[in-house]
């Protein structure tokens, strides 16, 4: 089945019913067999860790380990593996400190809990990705994007380690600062990172580069891509790819963005926006890298949350035109398989009033998109169910490819109706299909809707 | 390991249960590592559990028995207390303790009577209002009171993805439990405390005050960061006590209730 979608909450959690958003996913690229997963799921009996979603069957079944320390459950959390070695990295906002924490293991399918590698406060939104270098077990590199307030006004950075599967804390890991031009006092959220086999390593982030007077909340941003050449070494790394018109490190892909950045409310259906973006090489020449974020086109009076992919074939230099443009959509991110085929998944809000959906969608295409593949992946209502908290889906989903396969997810209603699933869905909870039920344990008692995470697996 | 009163092995762990072990060195849970001390349990009863946890009689949970407890044979019975590991078709957990006789399992809860009537429920009713006494005793002003203002406090210059959004609420007090502020007095008064009215996951369970509220407020005092906004803050889900808490407090010698 080249297809395939799963609910990812075990059957012994049936009777859960927590806003399990904001997903992330590793698959093992030595053994894609093993994948893992995260969400803003807490441990269902409060313990003092927080659960990890793992498979061993190449996502067809998961279960939850309570590995990651700091509390029954994270904020932001992210997850990569490396090339080799089957080691686990995440980075977290602890619950318990809301400081960054980069955690390893490496045995992510044990229940021995994760080592802590790092903890500093004043930080935002970790976002993991990793490679190995070298020949034979080589050495793993770890680059996490991360939103650091302790270099404020220039946040945007990258917490990396060259050599980070085995070393005591804090196995080489240090925070370099991305920014290199004056901003309005911090940068967005979402600094991504995505890293090549020969040492190319890109970093993209949000410069905030001034505030609007159209409202408190609204800011004018650049979208700017970085590029290291060796791996992010030396102290000044991440700066091999200049715009020409200043001559600074950080190519400004898009300028003078508008963007309301509703941390705290919710305009697109129950979600909020403001800071969506997402970045892919391809794993077969890493001068073709592609960059994919939102902003407001209609700006201050509009509504719309648009989201642009864009792709470079030199490195980052210059930017062909807009491969997608879509409306009203967040959550965007991309991934190229081993022959080039580009995968680009996002969740858009469609319909009017009350009939308005979250519709998740999967394109692919070989040709820059100049065709594509679309498959839908879910549909669900906007309003239900209600949220719980924000982010209602989550501030990000990902997708990864490894070999020719796409792995990816992302969260959604969880009620069991054929129609919100128009690829097909396998369930490991209880649910009654004919009444669109979910069910507890006892397969009898009825349980509500909420958000769950699924997993995407396209197989070509 | 010496002997643990219900209260302390309850207070030690996420779940306990009682249950009669049906294998040895065998899981459940695909994928869980087993040894010896690995063993299948058949529960008999559910004494401890949230209800997202289905532990109802008759299913099966696999242990990995504690290395400072003696290990246990087919047939036997017992009441484990333990942490959770795995959470797949079926549950595995951490055992952290361990009674042999029927102190709990005896005493299991009785849903449907509102006193506590076992020494399980006894002792879960205990750890909770230890948990509040302890919490009344860090904070700083504890006042019967209802809200009669609510307002935003502090737009910050450059909004973060989880910004508390402070507002403040303005209290109506009618007695004072513990502690004092200015415009308080025997009669009563008002008092304010700043909180977070964020709903961004990180700020999501700090208590949310609603006009005309009332009810035993735990009020904590401002640091630095928030002393210009209002004297005090609420900063905890148990911030808020229904009123009857009053006589708890009493009990324990706090402030001049």
Redesign the interface.
């Given at each position: 089945m080249p297809l395939t979608v799963v609910n990812m909450i075990?059957?012994?959690?049936?009777?859960?019913?927590?806003q399990d958003s904001e997903p992330n996913i590793a698959v093992n690229p030595e053994n894609p067999l093993q994948i893992v997963g995260s969400a803003?799921t807490p441990?269902?009996?409060?313990?003092?860790r927080a659960?990890i979603f793992?498979s061993?069957d190449g996502g067809m079944?998961?279960?939850?380990?309570?590995i990651v320390p700091g509390g029954p459950a994270t904020?932001d959390i992210s997850v990569a593996f490396a090339d080799r070695g089957g080691a686990l990295y995440a980075g977290t906002?602890s619950f318990s400190t809301?400081a960054l924490n980069v955690l390893r293991t490496r045995n992510p399918?044990?229940?021995t809990p994760m080592t802590l590698l790092d903890d500093r406060g004043d930080e935002?939104?970790p976002w993991v990705s990793a490679a190995t270098a070298g020949t034979g077990a080589g050495k793993d590199r770890v680059y996490i994007g991360h939103n650091n307030?302790n270099t404020s006004p220039r946040t945007a950075s990258v917490e990396l380690s060259r050599d980070a599967r085995t070393a005591p804390a804090p196995a080489g890991f240090v925070s370099r600062v991305l920014e290199r031009r004056s901003n309005?006092?911090?940068d967005g959220?979402p600094i991504r990172t995505a890293v090549h086999p020969d040492g190319t390593v890109y970093a993209a982030f949000h410069r905030?580069v001034s505030?609007l007077p159209s409202g408190?909340?609204d800011f004018s941003i650049d979208v700017v891509m970085t590029r290291d050449d060796n791996w992010g070494g030396g102290s000044t790394p991440f700066r091999a790819l200049t715009d020409p018109s200043d001559n600074r490190a950080g190519r400004r892909v898009a300028r003078n963005r508008f963007i309301r950045?509703t941390?705290?409310t919710g305009p697109l259906g129950q979600e909020?926006i403001?800071?969506d973006l997402a970045v892919a090489v391809d794993p077969s020449d890493s001068d073709k890298v592609w960059l994919a974020w939102c902003d407001r086109v209609g700006g201050a009076t509009s509504t719309d949350w648009t989201v642009h992919l864009r792709r470079s074939t030199n490195r980052g230099q210059t930017w062909g035109t807009e491969r997608r443009k879509v409306t009203n959509a967040k959550n965007p991110t991309i991934a190229v398989n081993a022959h080039g085929v580009t995968g680009f998944m996002f969740q858009q809000l469609r319909g009017t009033g009350a009939a308005r959906r979250w519709v998740t969608v999967l394109e692919l295409s070989g040709d820059a998109f100049r065709t594509r593949t679309r498959h839908v992946l879910h549909t669900a209502l906007a309003s239900d169910p209600p949220?719980?908290?924000?982010?209602y889906l989550g501030?990000y989903i990902r997708l990864l490819a490894v070999g020719d396969d796409f792995y990816g997810v992302f969260s959604g209603s969880n009620l069991p109706d054929a129609a919100n699933f128009p690829s097909g869905v396998t369930y490991?909870r209880n649910a009654n299909w004919n009444t669109h039920t979910l069910l507890?344990?006892?397969n009898s008692t009825p349980v509500q809707v909420s958000v769950d995470p699924f997993f995407v697996h396209h197989s070509p | 390991m010496a002997d643990r009163s219900l209260k302390d092995l309850i207070g030690s762990s996420q779940v306990a249960f009682a249950a009669t072990v049906q294998a040895i060195g065998q899981s459940s849970v695909p994928g869980v590592a087993v040894d010896d001390r690995t063993v299948v349990v058949r529960v008999d009863q559910a004494l401890n559990a949230p209800p997202e946890v289905e532990l109802g009689a008759g299913s099966q949970v696999t242990v990995q028995l504690s290395g400072d407890l003696p290990k246990l044979k087919v047939g036997d019975q017992a009441t484990f207390f333990a942490d959770p590991a795995v959470y797949g078709d079926g549950i595995a957990v951490s055992e952290v303790g361990r009674l042999r006789d029927d102190t709990a399992a005896a005493g299991a809860r009785a849903a449907s009577l509102e006193e506590p009537s076992s020494n399980m429920e006894q002792a879960l009713a205990e750890i909770e209002q230890d948990s509040f006494i302890t919490h009344a005793e860090e904070a700083d002003l504890i006042v019967r009171a209802r809200v009669v203002r609510l307002e935003e406090a502090q737009t910050p210059e450059l909004a973060r993805e989880h910004d508390p959004l402070w507002w403040v609420a303005t209290f109506e007090v009618d007695l004072v439990a513990k502690g004092d502020a200015p415009g308080l007095g025997e009669g009563g008064g008002s008092v304010s405390a700043v909180y977070a009215n964020s709903i961004d996951i990180q700020w999501r369970k700090w208590p949310k005050p609603k006009a005309g509220q009332g009810g035993l407020w735990l009020l904590h005092k401002t640091g630095e960061e928030l002393a210009a906004l209002a004297p005090f803050q609420l900063l905890h889900p148990e911030d808020l006590q229904p009123s009857t808490q009053l006589d708890a407090l009493r009990e324990h010698g706090i402030g001049d209730a």
């Open positions: 075990p059957k012994s959690l049936s009777g859960e019913t927590q803003f441990d269902p009996l409060n313990g003092n659960p793992v061993t079944s998961w279960s939850l380990r309570t904020r906002l809301v399918f044990a229940v935002d939104q307030f309005v006092g911090q959220p905030w505030s408190p909340l950045f941390g705290s909020r403001g800071a949220r719980q908290f924000l982010p501030d490991q507890r344990a006892d | -």
